[in-house]
């Protein structure tokens, strides 16, 4: 048995638990976040991060010196990019004074991500390009079909806009399916928007590796970048999420987005 000290925080009521690695001694097996993760058995969460030096990542060929988030969702899979994760990650790093400026550059699987903690006590992220596909896409939940927008934000996105009742009303317990399978070899996080006026969407998500959660920030980025593609949208883009609210604006096409990051407490557990 080992003893671990971990953090738990969350952004928008997308919980994460956050496990400091400085060393890379850490051994990430989908059985280990799978229980750590679990909300009766364990800590619960929707995803695990671990806080380690980017030297420690072997498939990292960049700055070594800077800290890696190191994703892994609830059932053990391990995913490019965490919009809600990289805000909770930075508040970490802050806090637990392993950085000593308020902006600065986070690895991520996706490639470095800059964050810059407001003066409103608020976390901007630099999440690069949202890529828009025009590729025919569509998703079906409980025998209704939805065409969808396919958007890569370092992880995969499926968007379809729905009316604000069935926004309401759609049943997440299950998984959304897609079509075609080939779409998304990979799997792919499903959000379902209502459009509430200009620049304005209400949205919830179906994540891959977890089910429906409260908030997803590269959802939320998806989301806004197939609005914007279809009506033309130029300015912010404010998304209301059932965990909260989060807002995205576009410089040059590159996706910035803006949200609260909070560190609930820390503790030990043992495995
Ligand atoms: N909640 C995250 C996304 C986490 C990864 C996702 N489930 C995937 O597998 O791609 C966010 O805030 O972006």
């Not at 952004?11 to 400091?20: M, Q, V």
């Not at 671990?50 to 072997?58: I, L, M, Q």
């Not at 604000?164 to 009303?169: K, Q, T």
């Not at 096409?253 to 949200?259: D, I, N």
Request: one cysteine or more; hydrophobic letters at 40%; charged letters at 25%.
């Amino acid at each position: 048995m080992r003893r671990y000290s971990f953090h738990k925080g969350h952004g928008t009521r997308n919980d994460f638990i956050i496990l400091d690695d400085s060393y890379g001694m850490h051994d990430m097996q989908p059985d280990f976040i799978k229980v750590l993760s679990d909300r009766h058995a364990g800590i619960g969460a929707d995803g695990v991060i671990r806080v380690v030096r980017a030297g420690s990542v072997g498939e990292w060929d960049g700055d070594p010196q800077l800290w890696f988030m190191d994703y892994h969702n609830a059932d053990g899979s391990v995913a490019e990019m965490c919009g809600n994760g990289l805000r909770v990650f930075a508040r970490h790093l802050v806090n637990e004074q392993l950085v000593t400026t308020g902006s600065f550059d986070v690895a991520t699987r996706a490639g470095v991500k800059h964050v810059e903690i407001t003066s409103h006590g608020l976390i901007s992220t630099d999440i690069g390009r949202a890529e828009v596909s025009d590729e025919a896409v569509s998703v079906t939940l409980d025998g209704r079909e939805w065409s969808a927008t396919k958007v890569d934000v370092g992880n995969p996105h499926a968007v379809a806009f729905v009316d604000e009742g069935v926004l309401a009303e759609l049943d997440l317990h299950r998984a959304p399916t897609w079509e075609p399978a080939t779409a998304f070899p990979e799997g792919v996080n499903v959000e379902f928007v209502h459009v509430d006026g200009p620049g304005k969407l209400s949205m919830r998500v179906f994540e891959r590796g977890v089910g429906e959660t409260m908030s997803c920030g590269t959802g939320v980025v998806a989301s806004a970048a197939a609005y914007r593609e279809a009506s033309g949208h130029e300015c912010a883009v404010e998304v209301t999420v059932p965990g909260g609210e989060l807002s995205v604006d576009f410089v040059g096409g590159q996706a910035r987005l803006t949200g609260p990051a909070v560190i609930i407490g820390r503790g030990e557990f043992w495995i």
